[in-house]
């Protein structure tokens, strides 16, 4: 689906990255890749290889979206930082995924407020390489626009979102694996959310996880597992079915 306003139309600026930013990019993603192997999603890891991810090089966005676009037709789309509901929205619809072009310090490399570009292309598109998350993405969108002005569908779709694309896992091979972004680009967690007895982890249920609060300034509580990529596909019309019954709940 095409829209005829895109909001932000910016561009990576890659000439501006200094061999600093290339020796963080390097640090990061080797530390990364240390780890993840043996604990990641193997989607994710044939995706870093489908998108062309390696330590010697930052992501060029122009070169990342054309390997994009043959695999499931979606494109990263530069944003300055965090941005409305709407566009964001209107443009995961449409199967842009927002990124930010800024990269962390070395004196930042186990926390920042917002995130950076490692988080946004690391974490987040080498997923991108799978139909069924894109699909999740896009029909999670289209349904956010249909209940923007309701505040609390919003909050229960940002659970949905933060639960699956950001904090998710995944059993594989009777073993559990790690898809989810914020999990994926984080030294500290990707270890802790498969191997550590302190958290909670729930089979994948929409109703659980759109009652679920999280916290975005420490380890997750609670992690929610995937059976199947397809279950993630097959959950659109549950999620959209409790929405409308929270909707109505709320006109009554």
């Known amino acids: 689906m095409a829209y005829a306003f895109i909001p932000y139309s910016l561009k990576q600026d890659y000439q501006c990255y200094t ?17 993840l192997p043996p604990i990641a ?4 890891l044939a995706g870093i290889e489908k998108v062309g991810f390696t330590a010697d090089k930052i992501p060029n966005y122009e070169e990342t979206n054309k390997l994009l676009e043959k695999l499931t037709g979606w494109h990263i789309h530069v944003v300055p930082g965090h941005i409305e509901n709407k566009p964001f929205f209107e443009l995961m619809r449409a199967k842009n995924f927002c990124a930010s072009t800024w990269l962390r310090k070395r004196d930042q490399l186990d926390y920042l407020q917002e995130p950076d570009m490692f988080h946004d292309t690391f974490g987040h598109v080498p997923m991108l390489s799978n139909k069924n998350v894109c699909h999740f993405l896009e029909e999670l969108g289209r349904i956010a626009l249909r209940f923007l002005d309701d505040a609390l569908c919003i909050e229960c779709i940002s659970r949905l979102y933060w639960y699956t694309i950001e904090f998710g896992l995944i059993k594989e091979d009777n073993a559990l694996k790690i898809y989810g972004a914020g999990i994926l680009s984080s030294s500290g967690e990707s270890e802790y959310s498969v191997r550590s007895e302190t958290p909670k982890r729930l089979r994948f249920n929409v109703e659980t996880i759109i009652n679920t609060p999280f916290k975005i300034d420490a380890f997750q509580e609670t992690y929610f597992v995937l059976e199947n990529y397809e279950q993630l596909f097959n959950s659109v019309r549950e999620i959209e079915l409790c929405l409308e019954n929270i909707y109505s709940l709320q006109q009554s």
Do not use: C
């Open 19 to 35: 061999s600093e930013d290339f020796a963080v990019w390097r640090l990061l993603f080797e530390r990364q890749m240390k780890i």
């Open 41 to 44: 999603s193997k989607n994710y």
